[in-house]
């Protein structure tokens, strides 16, 4: 999986993407960068099941491609751009596991229609990569041993990412709120509160 | 995959009103609730009308009069993290931050918060009760451990979801509602409907109406306000038994002006004016604190399995009267 979205890093398109992209007749990702401010589309009814083209800002890259009214941004993330670290659970916005960061604040991905997304800035777990190297967050929470199963660690990493950028010097107490939408029925909560309070100090000594 | 339905996103109000009168049409705000009811297949819907592109929507502003106006897309994380909001109507900070989660706080809005469907779990699950159309209340004689213990009318129990409108009742605030003719304003405690008015809906708004503004009074000299869930998960769940409270207190630490609006415990948000009355002119005392206590459940109708309400919200009334000062 880490391969596949270095190659995305690098390349820009990986074999899966190219294929999905195809797949719904979307314009392949060419420009970086983030959302045009102030940016208004024309007012116009989308009928059910008909595809329109919209532009979606996720990690700095701009996405052209065509969705229907009734698609998640969630569903879009993970089965038409192939960025799958965003993880499917409930679907209710009752378990985390999909959260990403929509103009730096955390929020569920499958609460949220891809075409509200439109021109709003959107990060996933792969968009805090540093090129080949995996960024602090995530380090720490290898570090710290901060998951068992780690279906919910995304999602958790995501949270905490969203306090950090909001708040890099969090108390202790700003931590298990941070991370209280976010379920993990393996338990690993202690270790994940310590992985977040050490990424948040060794971003405070940067 | 959600069922399939049309959307638009207009750029006024006007065109979302006018949008809003096609058949079966209706607001998306954040749609954390929204999605939710069109998933599980609670009402469908031909076409959403998105408030996404009215930014006139969006924001806290101080009105003229020293009062505040709360555009109606405002974030509940927005609302909670305001500063004039949470020094001067700190109750309402507090119920916006007891709402849902941090994620759901960042994406949900208050109007949508006011405008919310029942959890009930038979309306949320397959059953075609009273509120969905259908001729019977699964509740009566069903699981009825979250629902409500006033203001039934005997035929359908749910409890307000809200954790907000208790707290702006309490607050005197008012909404603002844009529709075919001019806007609107009501108070928000008169925006609820009972389900002896109407077991289908929960507020007064026609098909075609918006939300889209709370208007909060200035706030009177020496008000103090709190508001209190108590739940059984720390993060998610909806409030078993709540309490937005109110009371204005002369320099004797005498209450002069009492309002209290309890959440968990009634289909709408629920006024207590027993409670009221024993607080207003008096010091809160112990004693006055136990008898405020009381009055709030004096005339409660316990269904089988819900009976722990009725402790539960004394307690946590008398807990929190006490927390005062
Ligand atoms: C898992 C979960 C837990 C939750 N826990 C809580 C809780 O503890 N306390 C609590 O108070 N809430 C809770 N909620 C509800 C949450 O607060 C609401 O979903 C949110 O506030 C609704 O806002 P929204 O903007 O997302 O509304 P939407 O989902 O967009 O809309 C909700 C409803 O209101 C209508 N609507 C929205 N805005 C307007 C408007 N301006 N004018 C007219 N109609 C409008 C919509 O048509 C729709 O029917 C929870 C929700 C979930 C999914
Ligand atoms: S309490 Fe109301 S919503 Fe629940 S089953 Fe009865 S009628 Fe339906
Ligand atoms: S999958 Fe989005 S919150 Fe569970
Ligand atoms: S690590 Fe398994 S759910 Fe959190």
Redesign the interface.
Same mark, same amino acid.
């Given at each position: 999986m880490a391969d596949e979205h270095e190659t995305n890093d690098r390349k820009g398109v990986t074999r899966r993407q190219f294929m999905t992209r195809v797949g719904v007749g979307a314009v392949a990702a060419t420009v970086v960068g983030g959302p045009p401010a102030g940016r208004a589309e024309a007012a116009q009814v989308m009928r059910p099941g008909e595809m329109a083209k919209i532009t979606l800002w996720i990690n700095t890259r701009r996405h052209r491609l065509l969705v229907a009214p009734r698609w998640s941004l969630l569903y879009v993330i993970r089965e038409r751009l192939g960025l799958t670290a965003t993880k499917v659970g409930c679907e209710r916005g009752e378990c985390g596991a999909c959260t990403v960061l929509v103009d730096d604040r955390p929020i569920y991905a499958c609460m949220l229609l891809a075409v509200e997304a439109e021109n709003k800035k959107i990060t996933t777990l792969e968009g805090l990569m540093q090129g080949e190297q995996i960024g602090p967050v995530q380090d720490a929470f290898i570090q710290h041993d901060a998951f068992q199963c780690g279906y919910c660690t995304c999602g958790q990493i995501m949270a905490a990412e969203g306090l950090l950028r909001k708040n890099p010097r969090p108390a202790d107490e700003a931590i298990p709120l941070a991370v209280s939408g976010n379920l993990c029925r393996c338990g690993a909560y202690p270790q994940i509160f310590k992985a977040v309070r050490a990424a948040a100090d060794k971003r405070g000594d940067q | 995959?959600?069922?399939?339905? !049309?959307?638009? %996103?207009?750029?006024s109000i006007k065109?979302a009103v006018k !949008?809003l009168s096609a058949a079966n049409a209706r607001v998306?705000a954040g749609?954390?609730d929204l @999605?939710?009811c069109l %998933?599980?297949e609670i009402f469908s819907v031909d076409? @959403?009308v *998105?408030l996404? %592109?009215l930014d006139s929507l969006r924001g806290i502003r101080q009105t003229a009069d020293g009062g505040l106006r709360i555009g109606a897309l405002t974030t509940i !994380?927005d609302v909670a993290e305001n500063l004039l909001i949470q020094k001067h109507y700190t109750a309402l900070a507090q119920a916006a931050g007891e709402v !849902? *989660?941090?994620? @759901?706080r960042?994406?949900g809005t208050i109007g949508g918060n006011l405008c919310q469907k029942p959890r009930c779990w038979y309306y949320r699950g397959e059953f075609h009760c009273l509120r969905k159309g259908g001729d019977m209340c699964y509740a009566a004689d069903g699981q009825s451990q979250f629902h409500c213990l006033f203001g039934s009318g005997d035929i359908c129990y749910i409890v307000h979801p809200s954790d907000t409108a208790p707290a702006l009742i309490a607050l005197g605030a008012k909404v603002r509602i844009a529709g075919k003719r001019r806007q609107k304003t009501v108070p928000v405690e008169k925006f609820f409907v009972l389900p002896e008015d109407d077991v289908q809906t929960e507020t007064i708004l026609a098909a075609e109406e918006i939300v889209t503004e709370i208007i909060l009074p200035p706030p009177p000299a020496n008000l103090k306000s709190r508001y209190r869930k108590v739940r059984a998960r720390? *993060?998610?769940d909806f409030a078993l038994s709540g309490a937005a409270l109110a009371l204005q207190f002369d320099d004797s630490d005498v209450v002069r002006r009492a309002r209290v609006v309890l959440s968990g415990v009634a289909p709408i948000p629920w006024r207590a004016p027993a409670v009221e009355t024993v607080l207003t002119g008096q010091a809160l005392t112990p004693a006055v604190i136990a008898r405020a206590a009381n009055a709030a459940v004096e005339n409660a109708e316990p269904l089988a399995q819900n009976e722990y309400k009725v402790p539960l919200l004394r307690g946590m009334l008398k807990e929190e009267l006490g927390a005062f000062g």
């Open positions: - | 995959m959600l069922p399939d339905f !049309a959307y638009t %996103r207009p750029t065109e !949008a998306h749609g954390t @999605l939710g %998933r599980d076409i @959403l *998105s996404g %592109r !994380a !849902a *989660s941090p994620q @759901l960042n994406q720390r *993060s998610w």
